[in-house]
């Protein structure tokens, strides 16, 4: 995977309500902060705070890409600005929320498992 690959994988685990997946994105000592604000490091925390996402607001949301802004850092590291468009969210009776726009900033480094996210932020914005 390339970090240009990075944000259609994100995307797809996503769409597949695949916390598993999503948290093999991210490096085994990386931070995330989810989209609802929770903060979680290393992998096994990732992963717990994805799924929770999952069994919420975003148990039905999928990912609609859009504007990609990559920017090599160096040798083996990128940070990547992915929007994203959310739909399928959910509020807690389950009515469907309006669509919105997502971004996820993500510091990307070459690892022998192939490129990784050190750090990783989901943003919601406002309209």
């Not at 085994?28 to 929770?38: F, M, N, S, V």
């Not at 890409?65 to 850092?73: A, E, F, N, S, T």
């Not at 009515?95 to 490129?115: D, F, H, I, K, N």
Request: charge should be negative.
């Amino acid at each position: 995977m390339t970090p240009e690959d990075f944000p259609r994988a994100f995307a797809s685990a996503f769409a597949a309500q695949d916390a598993p997946a999503l948290a093999a994105l991210l490096h085994d000592e990386a931070d995330l902060i989810t989209p609802t604000g929770q903060y979680a490091e290393g992998r096994t925390a990732i992963e717990s705070a994805l799924a929770a996402e999952f069994a919420g607001v975003f148990r039905a949301a999928r990912l609609v890409k859009g504007k990609l802004r990559l920017r090599p850092l160096g040798p083996g590291a990128a940070l990547v600005t992915q929007r994203y468009v959310v739909t399928g969210a959910q509020n807690e009776s389950g009515a469907e929320l309006p669509r919105c726009a997502l971004v996820l900033t993500a510091t990307l480094a070459a690892t022998p498992q192939g490129w990784q996210a050190l750090a990783a932020q989901l943003s919601l914005l406002a309209d």
